[in-house]
């Protein structure tokens, strides 16, 4: 069964340090979703891609992530420096093309900063 | 943006009985979505409600979309075990280009023998 990929499962990195995710979504799929959860709460999204372009990046904090997927296939999330308050679950989803909202999630990257 | 209020935030039962958990928002959605997430794991989707009024069953789960496309609730009967889980509702707003999918704040239930 088709699933969404996400590297590394866990990640513990200093305040200061850069970190990055990365995602590869269901084969296919036109739209990829980035999400953070903070434990027990529901997910936010960050940025959302239809192919190769950002169609919804207002709730990501530009002065320190980033976000790109170069060939519209596998996408990087990066955060440099990491803060203290960026501790969670970094999550992942994608769903076949920009008006279809059944989103398929990866297991996510729990990030811890220390 | 959007909020999606969820209740009960936490629900602690025993096996058997039955639970609903509620969706609330003052914004109208174009459908709703229900998914489960375990500890450690993504979230796995469930159903998606798109028609006013609708009502969807899955084995002993039932979802219901409010008439005005606000709201939604889950019913669960005799609950079991393995029904422990975050639950999280999630509606879609088409936005031009794309459709936008928001999370409400989650329901944590857990199910003892």
């Known amino acids: 069964e088709a699933e969404v990929a996400q590297s590394p499962r866990y990640k513990i990195t200093e305040k200061s340090q850069a970190v990055a995710f990365w995602c590869d979504p269901i084969s296919g799929h036109a739209t990829l979703y980035w999400y953070r959860q903070i434990l027990g709460q529901g997910p936010e999204l960050l940025v959302q891609?239809?192919?190769?372009?950002?169609?919804?990046d207002s709730q990501l904090p530009k002065d320190r992530f980033s976000a790109e997927r170069l060939k519209g296939v596998d996408s990087t999330l990066k955060i440099q420096p990491a803060e203290l308050g960026d501790s969670a679950m970094y999550l992942c989803a994608s769903s076949t093309g920009p008006r279809d909202t059944e989103a398929f999630f990866g297991q996510g990257t729990r990030l811890t900063v220390v | 943006t959007q909020l999606l209020e969820q209740s009960p935030q936490f629900l602690s039962i025993q096996e058997g009985e039955n639970l609903t958990v509620y969706c609330n928002s003052s914004?109208?959605?174009?459908?709703l979505q229900w998914y489960r997430q375990e500890p450690g794991e993504g979230p796995v989707l469930l159903v998606t409600v798109v028609t006013g009024g609708e009502v969807k069953k899955l084995k002993r789960l039932t979802f219901q979309f409010g008439d005005a496309r606000k709201d939604s609730s889950l019913h669960i009967t005799a609950a079991q075990p393995g029904d422990t889980g975050l639950y999280l509702c999630?509606?879609?707003?088409?936005?031009?280009?794309?459709?936008?999918?928001?999370f409400g704040t989650g329901t944590r239930l857990q199910v003892t023998l």
């Open positions: 914004s109208v959605f174009s459908s």
């Open positions: 999630a509606g879609a707003e088409n936005t031009g280009t794309a459709s936008k999918l928001t």
């Open positions: 891609f239809q192919d190769e372009s950002v169609v919804d």
